[in-house]
């Protein structure tokens, strides 16, 4: 009698971890036929995009697309390429100094102003960017920085909002006598900073480095409203110039898929050589937030 | 003696730093970046963001007050307005909830003992990592009429799949399938909640004579509400400043089915030059997106559960 009543217990629970796979395997397609299309449609010849039922292994393999993608003499993807870099590289270290220091104030040192200016710091990221962005806008326009990398990046070395909140969430969890037996042995308010909490905080700078160049490398809205000319472009407004350039006519799937995949690499890349950071990023953010 | 040591510390470090003004001094300066930051980013533009909104400004001339002439052309005139806060607000009703259950509903099954969890997580998460322009390609080319692949995997089973972004009645729901290709993020977040829960609880009510659906309704869905709530809340900020998915791809249409909020924003700053007129729709978004987080911060007193808080009457 008791035998049966595991035994049926046990067969239920085969079943429900059956259903699990069988969900967890239906939903992981919905996740990763994007990514197979996209890789297969990037490798066929022009004439095989447009067939219906598509073929999921090109035949041909046509390898050269993503040369052609990079080399179109309307879009010259090097110059993209150079000018997001340059934005992210240093947008990412302009906005680690500028918060880290932030950070490292309101958790550490003691000054009048700091309860209530924390309090401001937390209403501003709620601030939707919307209401800021005309005026902003206008006052790069008035100092002649449009259609240069400028309002791209000097804004980092500001500070934001959220990455300030990070560091400090994180600053405050180091034992504060670390900073006294630097100051005994002569540390000041700088070096306490630089040879022990940024050291010691490693990893929230890793997870915040992630998260900024994400998202430079994917930004669309500020480079389309501040670069005009093509020699300035970033990625993002290089894609569009080829899906613009193949919307007078046929679209060049093959090509835009090769591009976008091109475009996307870094950002996988980066995914899974650091997946701890950006899930620690997330959870951070999402839970203690 | 450790004590005493590290009261002697304590006693060295105060007399180092010396004075409580220079620390202030220091303070100020370190977070100086921010202070600057705040009133040249944030504080200034606000205050001239207000004052344009009662103005008529194209950039070349200086601005011309019109008193709540934008206001009321926004009321009167503008009927693209109210389709943009539609189509918005659709969007996020529909995209919002749909996110929530099933970042949720993934989260509890991955927060079981499966095999190969890394490997589940990092497939789910992995669209939520990418974005952007090139993400906003390759949905146009999936909801492709005739050789995209949601129509292949539609007519797989049997049904003829609409044009989608070139229809007014699919082009919205196709970004709303969109949306949810990103869902890992909720869902990672879900579990870190999941995680958090203490086993002591499930312990305690299962000795307790609970059942598994009482342990999921009185111990999991509260001890992770507020993390449901947080996703809900950057949620509404999100969707209603949806840009990107919507110019690329639809560019607001067909006949403005997708025409959100931001996009009628960017075409009266940016293409039309009606810099005064585009500073009155941001604060209507602001005020939008204003209302609609208070109205979840209300509602949350009944249904987010923190540990700790007294239940109130």
């Known amino acids: 009698m008791r035998a049966g009543v595991f035994a049926s217990k046990r067969a239920s629970r085969t079943a429900a971890q059956l259903i699990t796979y069988l969900l967890l395997a239906a939903g992981a397609i919905f996740m990763l036929f994007p990514f197979a299309w996209m890789l297969s449609s990037s490798l066929k010849e022009a004439g095989d995009v447009l067939k219906f039922p598509p073929e999921w292994i090109p035949s041909p393999v046509v390898w050269r697309n993503y040369i052609d993608a990079m080399t179109l003499d309307y879009a010259p993807f090097g110059i993209f390429f150079k000018n997001t870099i340059i934005i992210t590289f240093i947008a990412v270290f302009g906005q680690l100094l500028s918060s880290s220091a932030v950070g490292y104030s309101f958790a550490r040192l003691r000054w009048s102003g700091r309860g209530p200016l924390f309090i401001v710091l937390l209403a501003t990221m709620m601030l939707p960017y919307q209401v800021t962005l005309i005026p902003v806008f206008i006052l790069f326009k008035k100092l002649g920085w449009v259609d240069t990398l400028l309002p791209l990046t000097v804004p980092a070395f500001f500070g934001d909002a959220f990455y300030v909140f990070l560091f400090r969430q994180f600053m405050m969890t180091i034992p504060t006598e670390m900073d006294d037996a630097a100051r005994i042995d002569g540390c000041g308010t700088a070096g306490i900073y630089s040879r022990i909490i940024v050291p010691l905080s490693t990893p929230v700078l890793l997870t915040a480095a992630i998260f900024i160049f994400l998202s430079q490398w994917n930004d669309f809205l500020g480079p389309l409203i501040y670069l005009n000319s093509t020699h300035n472009y970033t990625l993002s407004l290089g894609l569009r110039i080829v899906q613009g350039y193949g919307g007078y006519g046929v679209q060049r799937w093959h090509l835009l898929m090769a591009a976008s995949l091109i475009v996307m690499s870094p950002v996988l890349a980066l995914f899974f050589l650091a997946q701890r950071y950006f899930i620690q990023g997330v959870v951070i953010s999402g839970v203690k937030g | 003696m450790a004590n005493a040591i590290s009261l002697r510390v304590k006693i060295a470090a105060k007399r180092r730093i010396g004075s409580p003004q220079r ?7 370190w977070a100086s970046p921010w202070i ?3 009133f040249i980013f944030i504080l ?17 001339t200086p601005p011309k007050w019109i008193g709540l002439g934008n206001y009321r052309f926004m009321v009167q005139h503008d009927e693209s307005v109210l389709q943009a806060l539609k189509v918005t607000t659709i969007y996020a009703v529909a995209s919002i909830p749909l996110n929530l259950a099933l970042g949720f509903m993934l ?10 969890l890394p490997m589940w997580r990092t497939v789910y998460y992995l669209p939520a990592v990418v974005s952007g322009v090139a993400v906003a390609l390759l949905w146009q080319w999936i909801f492709n009429t005739d050789f995209g692949l949601a129509n292949w995997i539609l007519g797989l089973v049997g049904i003829k799949g609409p044009s989608w972004l070139l229809d007014a009645h699919w082009a919205l729901p196709a970004l709303i399938v969109m949306s949810l290709w990103g869902v890992g993020g909720g ?15 499930y312990e305690s009510a299962e000795i307790d004579g609970a059942g598994a659906t009482g342990r999921f309704w009185h111990i999991t869905v509260p001890m992770v509400s507020p993390v449901i709530f947080f996703n809900l809340v950057m949620g509404i900020i999100g969707a209603l400043q949806t840009f990107t998915q919507a110019f690329i791809m639809t560019n607001g249409g ?17 293409l039309y030059l009606k810099m005064g ?9 602001f005020f939008y997106i204003l209302l609609l987080s208070l109205l979840v911060i209300r509602s949350s007193a009944a249904w987010v559960y923190y540990e700790g808080e007294l239940r109130r009457g």
Request: charged letters at 5%.
């Open chain 2, 23 to 29: 620390e202030n001094l220091a303070g100020w300066l």
């Open chain 2, 254 to 270: 067909p006949r403005e089915a997708t025409y959100f909020f931001m996009l009628h924003l960017y075409n009266n700053a940016f």
């Open chain 2, 107 to 116: 989260a509890l099954l991955l927060n079981q003992p499966i095999k190969g």
């Open chain 2, 277 to 285: 007129y585009a500073a009155a729709l941001a604060w209507v978004l």
């Open chain 2, 44 to 60: 200034g533009p606000m205050l001239v963001s207000v004052y344009l909104s009662f103005t008529n400004y194209a950039v070349i």
């Open chain 2, 187 to 201: 869902m990672i977040i879900n579990l870190a909640g999941l995680q958090g829960v203490p086993t002591q609880l």
């Open chain 2, 36 to 38: 600057l930051g705040f």
